[in-house]
């Protein structure tokens, strides 16, 4: 029921990430999360992943706009450390809060691998102990950075999925092909990260279009809409290629 609520009745996701504060901190874009999330909710998207504190703190707001929540339930590292994240919430507590759904990373190809793969695991078998859906946020790494090689990916996605997630959120690989190959290879359905900001509106839609194409179901993107110029226009621009299948023109034309 929870799984099916997030997808909801057009089996498309559009989520806008919002956790980047356990991480980063206040960085631009996302100095007010409570400013953040009154300026979009009312835009027509599914979901918001947050952070614990910040999921208590704005319960009542998405709520009331009646957005699904997605709780980010690891962490424990910021941009001034080192490691992979380790568990900062359960899923009994991400209930309490109000979630539906929870989020958490899994690293493959890092020195700390078997302890990410490890946690993830311990996290899916608590969220099929109370039914929520998990979505894994899979990034395969080499030499430390995050790698969008497309077999690594594919790798990564599968691995998620073996684990036991519901969804998989993992990078664009850069082609159509190329990412198609990464979803007939997972069972688990596929949405993609945004990544760094790109600077080009019309290579954004143009990676959402593709991912589609591909066979993704939706995106998951932060920097890519907040920190764009008019967020609310960014959203419906992601939103008319996620749900309705348009054209990138098309969705262009929302960002005028």
């Not at 899994?106 to 490890?118: F, P, Q």
């Not at 993992?170 to 790109?198: D, H, M, Q, W």
């Not at 932060?222 to 098309?250: C, F, H, L, S």
Request: charged share 25%; glycine share 12%.
């Amino acid at each position: 029921m929870r799984f099916a609520r997030l997808l909801g009745c057009r089996g498309r996701l559009v989520v806008v990430a919002m956790d980047h504060g356990g991480y980063a901190g206040p960085i631009s874009g996302l100095t007010s999360i409570g400013g953040v999330l009154e300026r979009i909710l009312g835009e027509d998207f599914d979901a918001v992943i947050l952070c614990p504190g910040a999921a208590v703190k704005y319960a009542s707001l998405i709520g009331r706009f009646r957005k699904q929540l997605i709780l980010r339930v690891d962490g424990a590292r910021t941009a001034l450390g080192r490691g992979v994240t380790k568990r900062i919430s359960s899923v009994r507590d991400a209930l309490r809060i109000g979630a539906d759904a929870v989020i958490a990373m899994g690293y493959v190809g890092c020195e700390e691998e078997r302890d990410s793969l490890s946690q993830l695991a311990s996290i899916a078998t608590e969220c099929r102990e109370w039914c929520v859906p998990l979505i894994a946020e899979m990034l395969p790494m080499e030499g430390g950075r995050i790698c969008t090689d497309p077999d690594k990916i594919g790798l990564a996605a599968r691995i998620g999925a073996e684990i036991g997630a519901d969804l998989i959120k993992t990078y664009y690989t850069g082609s159509l092909n190329t990412f198609r190959r990464v979803v007939e290879g997972c069972f688990a359905p596929i949405i993609i990260a945004g990544g760094p900001k790109i600077e080009s509106a019309r290579s954004l839609l143009e990676m959402v279009k593709s991912a589609i194409n591909a066979g993704a179901i939706g995106v998951a993107f932060g920097r890519n809409v907040w920190q764009y110029r008019e967020p609310t226009k960014m959203i419906r621009a992601i939103a008319r290629i996620v749900y309705e299948d348009a054209d990138v023109e098309v969705a262009l034309k929302e960002l005028t």
